[in-house]
């Protein structure tokens, strides 16, 4: 459980943690979605040279993205293996009983992996160097344009941030019933499935009627300090636009152009 | 010797910018049926050290030999269930660790975990229910409609129903009203006298000055003292030092020193103060 590093904040001081929050969030999109041009290898080349480079100016340690694709490395096997089998196009590359295997799928197989561990890679570094609230905070910002119709954009923000406030707790309260009921006798790594359903149902249990707890507890300091999710605000954390903000996002543009153009081409 | 510690270590997240050095190098021998009060400061180890004596965190460094039962950074037995049975710890505000539907299968969880059939489970169970002052009428109430402090016995007998030779308990009585908190202590002296080894970890120095024998002060990840109650109660620069109080009577009684009498510091209750005193005032 400590070692859980998707989605994990982590305090370091680099020339990343100091961008602007709505930059990073922005990003993140575009870069997201040019993962998905089909800019063959030298595209993807390209896109994982920016993202290494992204990773070490952010100043994470490579084995910290590991852990993070660790966790996601049986989906991915997943998809692969389902691509190689059940994409039929191009010439047979390899050919046993009823199971064939063209060129076309192995190509896409790869993009498919590459395309994935991109992802985690971008993602985590985002949540990785931006703190939570600063997230919330960005998100808030990039999202205010749609308050004109309607949009709640002050209580989706709130929703969020309390939900990421409470992770770190819930994961603390979860180890601290786990631990208590390691010391009634129940191993949560072994045993028969009924058992195994069994120890799961005496975490479960106990973990939801803290949590609800938890939220009536809040709601109910929440409303006797007078919140009001109507009412205007204003904020003490301002952010400022900053021309290292300016600059990465000429970057990530030239990026993403590049890879458009090498897509059409 | 019922628990032994040797230069034991203990680093939270190791390699990580989150990496915590918890304890450094505990040394620590507490014998059979001891009942040892466990203090100090918040962050000063005192819940790592207990984690560690049925196994719940491993050592990093050094070497925890509970009953018997070793314990080294690299080498553990195979199923640490023996040890959990033997060491029954209750962490603070225990009735988090409810789940079940009635009151009776929740205490009979623990011993069915060790192995123990229904029945037997069972009819322990409404023996440590009494002991802790519930009665067979609750055996089938749902638990969370209980009152905080009844789930809190609830959630003790849970652990007693293990049968432990070990009970350690942290902060058993924090929130809980003074009669509930006497009640808890008695209970707990009561197990002790039966030959088990009681550790409480505590910051009511009055429960602690009337219940236990021993004392043991982390500060800062180490063990600084481990002696008898009465006799740390005379160290009274340090544990001011520590910013850790008095029990109310030997305060009491140091303040009366100081105004010219002579009473023995390691007096427990009160009518032996106002023996001491009338002594002094007739002389």
Redo the contacts between chains.
């Keep these: 459980m400590?070692n859980m590093m998707i989605g994990r904040y982590?305090?370091?001081d680099s020339f990343i943690h100091k961008l602007d929050p709505r930059l990073k969030i922005g990003s993140l999109l575009i870069l997201l979605v040019s993962v998905f041009f089909d800019a063959g290898f030298l595209g993807y080349g390209i896109l994982g040279l920016f993202v290494i480079l992204l990773l070490i100016l952010s100043k994470l340690k490579f084995s910290q993205i590991l852990k993070a694709i660790k966790p996601m490395l049986f989906m991915i096997l997943f998809l692969a293996v389902f691509n190689l089998f059940f994409i039929q196009r191009g010439n047979i590359v390899f050919q046993f009983w009823i199971i064939k295997i063209y060129d076309q799928a192995i190509i896409q197989t790869l993009y498919i992996f590459i395309r994935l561990v991109l992802i985690i890679m971008m993602t985590t570094i985002l949540t990785a160097t931006t703190k939570p609230l600063d997230l919330t905070l960005g998100l808030e910002h990039l999202l205010s344009p749609f308050k004109k119709i309607g949009f709640p954009t002050h209580e989706v923000a709130m929703m969020i941030s309390i939900a990421l406030r409470f992770i770190p707790t819930l994961l603390e309260?979860t180890q601290?019933?786990m631990?208590?009921?390691?010391?009634?006798?129940?191993?949560f790594s072994e045993g028969s499935l009924k058992e195994k359903i069994l120890s799961i149902?005496?975490l479960i249990?106990?973990l939801f009627?803290?949590a609800f707890q938890r939220a009536e507890d809040l709601a109910n300091a929440m409303e006797s300090r007078n919140y009001n999710p109507e009412a205007e605000r204003t904020r003490y954390k301002q952010l400022h636009w900053q021309v290292s903000d300016s600059l990465a996002f000429t970057c990530v543009l030239l990026v993403t152009g590049t890879l458009i153009t090498l897509s059409l081409i | 010797m019922s628990i032994e510690f040797k230069s034991v270590e203990h680093t939270?997240?190791p390699d990580t910018?989150f990496a915590y050095h918890a304890l450094k190098g505990v040394d620590l021998k507490i014998k059979k049926g001891t009942m040892c009060a466990l203090i100090g400061h918040t962050g000063s180890g005192k819940s790592t050290l207990i984690?560690h004596i049925?196994a719940?965190l491993l050592p990093t460094a050094g070497e925890v030999n509970i009953e018997d039962v070793i314990i080294t950074a690299t080498d553990k037995p195979s199923s640490l269930?023996g040890l959990?049975?033997k060491a029954?710890?209750?962490?603070q505000f225990?009735e988090?660790?409810?789940?079940e539907e009635t009151i009776l299968k929740d205490v009979i969880?623990?011993p069915k975990?060790?192995g123990a059939t229904e029945e037997e489970a069972t009819s322990i169970a409404k023996e440590v229910l009494s002991l802790v002052g519930l009665d067979e009428s609750y055996l089938e109430r749902s638990p969370?409609e209980l009152s905080g402090g009844q789930k809190r016995r609830v959630a003790i007998a849970?652990?007693l129903a293990?049968e432990p030779e070990i009970l350690v308990l942290d902060e058993p009585t924090a929130g809980l009203d003074p009669q509930g908190a006497k009640d808890m202590l008695d209970l707990f002296k009561r197990i002790n006298e039966t030959g088990k080894t009681v550790i409480i970890v505590s910051h009511d120095m009055d429960q602690v000055l009337s219940y236990c024998d021993e004392v043991i002060v982390m500060n800062k990840g180490k063990v600084e003292e481990h002696v008898a109650t009465s006799e740390l109660f005379e160290k009274v620069d340090y544990l001011s030092s520590l910013s850790i109080d008095l029990p109310t009577i030997t305060s009491f009684i140091h303040q009366l020193n100081q105004n010219g009498f002579h009473i023995d510091h390691s007096i427990k209750n009160l009518n032996e103060l106002a023996k001491a005193i009338r002594g002094e005032i007739n002389e």
Excluded: D, H, T
């Design positions: 400590n982590l305090p370091l309260e601290r019933i631990k208590a009921q390691a010391s009634r006798g129940v191993e149902v005496s249990i106990p009627i803290s | 939270y997240s910018p984690q049925n719940l269930k959990r049975k029954g710890l209750v962490f225990p988090y660790q409810l789940f969880f623990g975990n060790f969370f849970g652990i293990m």
